[in-house]
């Protein structure tokens, strides 16, 4: 069974960090590219970024609105990705998720990140 | 930056058939973009229907097939159910950097 659990979500004030974990299992995690992709509530999808397989260099892409303050990386001998978010903003709160792309694609429950003074 | 229409609502009959579309204010939509069709209801994570423009998952009712119509990537669904009726998001990527977009989704309403 494939199974993606993400961790770390929580409260933080405006400004601090936070890490993100997704833990998986079940399917080609090191041949799959691990993207992050949040949920305000009562909104759409937006794709916050991903990295890619150590076949592509690990390489990694970010949504415009997350440049430079976060960053993904995964570790293939753990099949966990995560999602390192700095300065974060209020508009920043939503419920994450993690995602997995290798041909098809899988999904986790999500973690609510809420930011908030 | 590439802004995804879709449709904000459609309404179909049971049984009958409806096509949600999602386009890019860039130019035409291809299977070099690999673009992804999502379901979700309310209080669940999304999942996963079509990948790479046609391909359905394993759990993918074939009711459901994917495919690219006048520039735009397409989802068909043809003999709708009451299950059906949910929020439906199309995904896809930038050729060269890889950066994805998602369309604002679809509300599905079966009645």
């Known amino acids: 069974e494939v199974q993606l659990v993400e961790s770390g979500g929580g409260l933080v004030q405006p400004g601090g960090s936070l890490k993100l974990s997704c833990a998986t299992s079940?399917?080609?995690?090191?041949?799959?590219?691990m993207h992050w992709v949040r949920q305000a509530s009562g909104k759409g999808l937006e794709w916050v970024g991903r990295?890619?397989?150590?076949?592509?260099?690990?390489?990694?892409a970010y949504a415009a609105s997350v440049r430079g303050r976060f960053t993904i990386s995964r570790d293939d001998s753990e099949n966990t990705a995560y999602l390192h978010m700095n300065v974060l903003k209020t508009e920043d709160t939503a419920v994450y998720y993690c995602?997995?792309?290798?041909?098809?694609?899988?999904w986790g429950r999500g973690t609510l990140v809420t930011v908030s003074s | 930056q590439s802004v995804v229409t879709q449709e904000p609502s459609l309404t179909v009959s049971p049984g009958g058939t409806v096509t949600l579309t999602c386009g890019s204010s860039t130019g035409a939509v291809t299977s070099d973009h690999y673009p992804y069709w999502f379901q979700q209801k309310p209080g669940q994570a999304p999942r996963t229907l079509i990948f790479d423009t046609n391909h359905r998952h394993s759990w993918t009712p074939a009711r459901f097939s994917g495919s690219l119509l006048g520039g735009k990537a397409a989802l068909t669904l043809s003999g709708a159910q009451p299950e059906d009726e949910a929020d439906y998001f199309c995904?896809?990527?930038?050729?060269?950097?890889?950066?994805?977009?998602f369309g604002g989704g679809t509300k599905l309403t079966v009645l």
């Open positions: 990295v890619n397989t150590k076949t592509y260099n690990y390489a990694t």
């Open positions: 995904l896809f990527f930038s050729i060269n950097i890889g950066e994805g977009f």
């Open positions: 995602m997995g792309i290798g041909g098809s694609s899988y």
């Open positions: 079940g399917f080609a995690f090191s041949g799959s590219g």
